[in-house]
Every structure is written in structure tokens, then in C-alpha cells.
């Protein structure tokens, strides 16, 4: 069966850096589009950006030029760069595929990631 995997979570501190990987498995990574998406505490799931078969990205505004997401289809692998985190990156961070881009970009993937935890400190 599909099974996402995040991981690379954890505690950091303002204008730091860290790297999410999302480990894919159970269909044909390299044809579907992949993407990341965060939930701050009391607040509803957001976008950050999608990464199509082709290796194109498109990103949210807020994370535009801070994070950077990349995908290794050898190893079934999608990645998530976040550098200059402030406090306001705090969330659980998904991972998510479609085989279409904009449906996945709607909120409407096929399957998610199970999150991992990202909490950024003054």
C-alpha cells in the first residue's frame, strides 16, 4: 500500500535551518506529484509548495525564497529545505502526493504523510 514518512522534525532555534525528508513507497513515485503542507496550532492546514515529475516547483508566498523543496526520484524521496525559520513556522509539516499537481494544490491529495513536528524558539 502507499506509505509517506516524514522525518527530520524537531526543535530549532530563530533564523535556523532544517531538512524535511518524505520517504515514499507503494507506487510509481517519479509519475505523481508531490507535495509539502504544515497545521500551526489552532489553525488550518496550509500550503507551502508542490514539486512536479519534472522537478518544477511552485511555492506559497510565505515560504518563498526561505524554503526550497526538491525530490530524489532514485530514492523515492521528497525533500523540504526550511532556512530563516521564525516562530511562525511552527506547525506539523505533511507530505502529500497526486498524480495532478493542481488537485494536490488544492488541499485534495490521494494520500498524506503522517507529519512531523517542527517548532522554531526565540
Known amino acids: 500500500q502507499v506509505q509517506l514518512v516524514e522525518s527530520g522534525g524537531g526543535s530549532v532555534q530563530a533564523g535556523g535551518s532544517l531538512r524535511l525528508s518524505c520517504a515514499a513507497s507503494g507506487y510509481t513515485y517519479s509519475n505523481y506529484c508531490m507535495g509539502w503542507f504544515r497545521q500551526a496550532p489552532r489553525m488550518e492546514r496550509a500550503r507551502i509548495g508542490f514539486i512536479d515529475s519534472g522537478g518544477n516547483t511552485n511555492y506559497a508566498h510565505s515560504v518563498k525564497g526561505r524554503f526550497t523543496i526538491s525530490r530524489d526520484n532514485a530514492k523515492n524521496t521528497l525533500y523540504l529545505q526550511m532556512n530563516s525559520l521564525n516562530p511562525d513556522d511552527t506547525a506539523i509539516y505533511y507530505c502529500?502526493?497526486?498524480?495532478?499537481?493542481?488537485?494536490?494544490?488544492?488541499?485534495?491529495?490521494?494520500?498524506w504523510g503522517q507529519g512531523t513536528q517542527v517548532t522554531v524558539s526565540l
Open positions: 502529500a502526493t497526486h498524480r495532478d499537481c493542481w488537485t494536490l494544490w488544492a488541499g485534495s491529495p490521494d494520500y
